[in-house]
């Protein structure tokens, strides 16, 4: 059977997309094998956003994810709300998922409290017994620009202007820390002796 997968504002890592209008798109590359368990797993920041950039605060953000599923004329609804620690202004969305095995229909709704605009990125789906790493290329050089490990965690890389990497660094639950950097120089040469 063949499920209709219905994807509203999604994107895969690559771009930060705001809670606004609807998308429909159909993905036909992509498909969940009913019954099975998934993990949809994303990032969330609110534009009101009133506590600290890196904050262990247990207020959590708005905006959320909902998966709805359409079985035999049923509709089954799945909140995803952000919890845990605020890391550079950013809270994350874990939730696991089963597909129901009659599905017709799949929706994941990015949905944002009226009056306020939240912000999705990074949202990746994958099977439960699985891991999932992620890279992010600049469209322009073709340079690896972060690296998303199995918790969705960044790795970023910085580049000189003649394209030498010269700064890592890792998000952890307390921050991003700087966790390597490179200078370098040319020396200069006299010509007149």
């Given at each position: 059977?063949?499920?209709?997968?219905?994807?509203?504002?999604?994107v895969?890592?690559?771009?930060?997309?705001?809670?606004?209008?609807?998308?429909?798109?159909?993905?036909?590359?992509?498909?969940?094998?009913?019954?099975?368990?998934?993990?949809?797993?994303?990032?969330?920041?609110?534009?009101?956003?009133?506590?600290?950039v890196?904050?262990?605060?247990?207020?959590?953000?708005?905006?959320?994810?909902?998966?709805?599923?359409?079985?035999?004329?049923?509709?089954?609804?799945?909140?995803?709300?952000?919890?845990?620690?605020?890391?550079?202004?950013?809270?994350?969305?874990?939730?696991?998922?089963?597909?129901?095995?009659?599905?017709?229909?799949?929706?994941?709704?990015?949905v944002?409290?009226?009056?306020?605009?939240?912000?999705?990125?990074?949202?990746?789906?994958?099977?439960?017994?699985?891991?999932?790493?992620?890279?992010?290329?600049?469209p322009?050089?073709?340079?690896?620009?972060?690296?998303?490990?199995?918790?969705?965690?960044?790795?970023?890389?910085?580049?000189?202007?003649?394209?030498?990497?010269?700064?890592?660094?890792?998000?952890?639950?307390?921050?991003?820390?700087?966790?390597?950097?490179?200078?370098?120089?040319?020396?200069?040469?006299?010509?007149?002796?």
């Amino acid at each position: 059977m063949k499920i209709k997968i219905i994807i509203i504002l999604f994107v895969f890592v690559s771009s930060t997309i705001q809670a606004q209008t609807s998308l429909n798109c159909s993905q036909d590359s992509f498909s969940l094998v009913p019954g099975q368990q998934y993990i949809l797993n994303g990032w969330v920041q609110d534009s009101n956003n009133q506590i600290g950039v890196n904050s262990q605060n247990a207020l959590n953000f708005e905006g959320h994810i909902v998966i709805t599923t359409l079985v035999d004329s049923e509709t089954m609804e799945v909140p995803c709300y952000p919890s845990g620690a605020i890391i550079d202004g950013w809270q994350a969305i874990t939730q696991k998922f089963t597909v129901p095995e009659d599905i017709s229909t799949l929706e994941i709704k990015l949905v944002s409290k009226s009056g306020s605009t939240s912000y999705f990125d990074d949202i990746r789906i994958f099977p439960f017994n699985g891991n999932m790493k992620s890279f992010v290329y600049d469209p322009t050089t073709q340079r690896l620009m972060a690296e998303l490990d199995e918790n969705n965690y960044a790795t970023f890389y910085e580049y000189d202007k003649e394209g030498g990497l010269i700064r890592v660094k890792k998000e952890t639950e307390q921050g991003v820390y700087t966790i390597q950097e490179t200078r370098s120089g040319n020396q200069k040469i006299d010509v007149d002796n």
